[in-house]
């Protein structure tokens, strides 16, 4: 009889022990999945004075490739869309009636979001710390002599900050842009959307930032490993006042673990629909910083 009592305390004992160390390892793993933002908030906020810093993204926001509405947008527009992106083609289906005017109205979101296409010609690109992209020479036998297209100052600026070509019309340029990601935003580069995304396009590496009084898209590289130093220097890419912020719909996908996809509606009516790749700690941070925001959140 004591054999088999002492046979059943060694089973218990092996259990129990076995549950405790189930216990510490799903703590250890919680502990690793835990996050903070510290370091980031600590290199952020003397580039916003006087805002009350309330999140920082640990991991750059991209625009996913899926959108329901925009699905079927893309499926009627196929029915009229070329192989080849001809300019017309492309200026019908975007209502683009005059592609000059355009342009200037593009550049109108974006001189407001990005405060640098002010300055005078390549001061702009110099400002925002963009190298002059070269343009690639053609092989020797198709070397064909192409004359720069004529900008403004401004228009240079703005060239040189997104990296478009010197020799084909910034409006064909800005209408393929628009094309190829008229699904994940409201389609018309000239709103707050449209210059959010054009900075998403040139950069990566793009993690979003909310204050009191603004939401900030920042050009920060990843957080290095723990026994490196940090040598991060973040810069203010875009802004856009709270207040122009009509609402923030998020929901969490089948990887809710470490991805929230938020819809961005601006005072404008345009639209834009960010990944952000963050865990649960990241992403409890940003839906608190936006709390007083208009929208659906995901539930607990």
Do not use: C
Request: no cysteine; net charge neutral.
């Amino acid at each position: 009889m004591s054999g088999e009592r002492g046979r059943f305390g060694r089973f218990t004992d092996a259990v129990l022990g076995g549950a405790r160390a189930a216990r510490d390892k799903a703590r250890e793993l919680r502990e690793e999945f835990r996050t903070s933002d510290e370091p980031e908030r600590a290199l952020v906020a003397p580039l916003l004075p006087g805002q009350e810093l309330r999140y920082v993204g640990l991991g750059p926001v991209r625009a996913p490739q899926t959108h329901k509405a925009g699905r079927q947008l893309v499926d009627v527009m196929a029915d009229e869309f070329v192989d080849s992106l001809d300019p017309k083609v492309l200026f019908g289906l975007l209502n683009i009636v005059n592609p000059v005017v355009w342009v200037d109205a593009v550049l109108t979101p974006v001189r407001l979001a990005a405060g640098v296409l002010l300055l005078p010609g390549k001061a702009g690109a110099i400002a925002a710390g963009v190298p002059e992209a070269a343009e690639p020479e053609p092989a020797p036998h198709q070397r064909v002599q192409r004359d720069p297209i004529p900008l403004t100052e401004e228009q240079e600026a703005f060239r040189a900050l997104f990296r478009l070509s010197l020799y084909r019309p910034l409006a064909e340029q800005l209408a393929e842009i628009a094309y190829r990601r008229r699904f994940v935003f409201s389609g018309d580069l000239a709103t707050l959307a449209g210059s959010l995304l054009l900075f998403l396009e040139r950069y990566s590496g793009t993690p979003l930032a909310v204050t009191d009084t603004h939401l900030h898209l920042l050009r920060m590289g990843p957080r290095p490993d723990a026994d490196r130093p940090d040598r991060r220097q973040p810069r203010v890419l875009w802004s856009v006042r709270r207040d122009r912020v009509a609402r923030v719909d998020s929901e969490r996908g089948a990887t809710g673990l470490v991805q929230l996809t938020s819809t961005i509606v601006f005072d404008d009516g345009s639209w834009i629909r960010l990944t952000q790749p963050a865990l649960r700690d990241d992403q409890s941070r940003f839906l608190t910083a936006i709390h007083d925001l208009p929208g659906q959140r995901p539930t607990p």
